[in-house]
């Protein structure tokens, strides 16, 4: 269950710097939503400050029981790593090491052994059609590839809340599709909660709730 009341983020000190009044959203556990809205609406911005990477200047925000903002940031790191899994927009892996060692750093991070860590790896990277790719560094991926390593990476760990910035917009219709119903299922196992920002109309149609940014800062029964 996520519980984010009346966020607002500014960027930089000075006086009359830009504040984004991104406004309150509650998910059940186990919900499924989007959030859409214009470049620089704020949506890469809201996941930030649900996953906790980008602290708002006002509000907060509870998963079930945690005040996310009240941890020590040491703490909200392992909470992140260990309950959030997060698809960037870009899927920012790290180059020295390879596909499988990056979801497994994910799965470590989270508290699995290293033999856990590595085969939970392999076997999310097999679904998500990489099974053959395992060795492989990132650069010589290709994007759309790098991003279902990304995804591998967020649902390794079967994650309470899984966060996905534009996770298809660098695959084909086929894929997207694929990884869609991939996450939908790893989500509807673990009982998660799904927030999903897309530009895409048939992403966006998978969803019976849209949260659009466009429409000013969000409501909880929007
Ligand atoms: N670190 C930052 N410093 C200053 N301004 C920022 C920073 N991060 C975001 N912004 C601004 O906040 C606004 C929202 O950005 P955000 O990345 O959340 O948009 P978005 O809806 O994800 O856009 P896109 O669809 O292009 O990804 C933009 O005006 C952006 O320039
Ligand atoms: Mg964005």
Redesign the pocket.
């Known amino acids: 269950m996520i519980r984010a009341d009346d966020l607002e983020v500014a ?2 000190r000075q006086a009359g710097s ?1 504040t ?1 009044a991104l406004g309150s959203l509650h998910l059940a556990a186990g919900e499924r939503a989007c959030v859409v ?10 996941l930030h400050v649900l996953a906790g990477i980008v602290s708002p200047t006002q509000g907060r925000v509870r998963h079930g029981e945690t005040d996310l903002f009240a941890l020590k940031e040491a703490a909200r790191d392992r909470f992140r790593a260990e309950k959030i899994g997060y698809v960037f ?1 870009t899927a920012q892996l790290l180059q020295g090491l390879s596909a499988m060692e990056n979801v497994a750093l994910a799965a470590s991070l989270a508290g699995l052994g290293r033999a856990d860590a590595r085969s939970k790896a392999e076997a999310i990277l097999k679904r998500v059609e990489l099974g053959h790719r395992l060795d492989a560094r990132p650069g010589t991926l290709s994007v759309g590839e790098q991003q279902r390593v990304g995804i591998a990476r967020a649902l390794v760990t079967k994650p309470a809340v899984v966060l996905a910035d534009e996770p298809t917009a660098s695959l084909d219709e086929r894929r997207s599709a694929e990884v869609l119903d991939l996450l939908d299922e790893v989500v509807a196992e673990a009982g998660a909660t799904l927030l999903l ?1 897309t ?1 895409e109309p048939r992403v966006r149609d998978r969803f019976e709730r849209v949260l659009d ?1 466009d429409d000013g800062p969000l409501e909880v029964d929007s």
């Open positions: 960027f930089g830009e984004l809205g214009g470049s620089g609406s704020g949506k890469t911005t809201l927009q920002v530009h940014l």
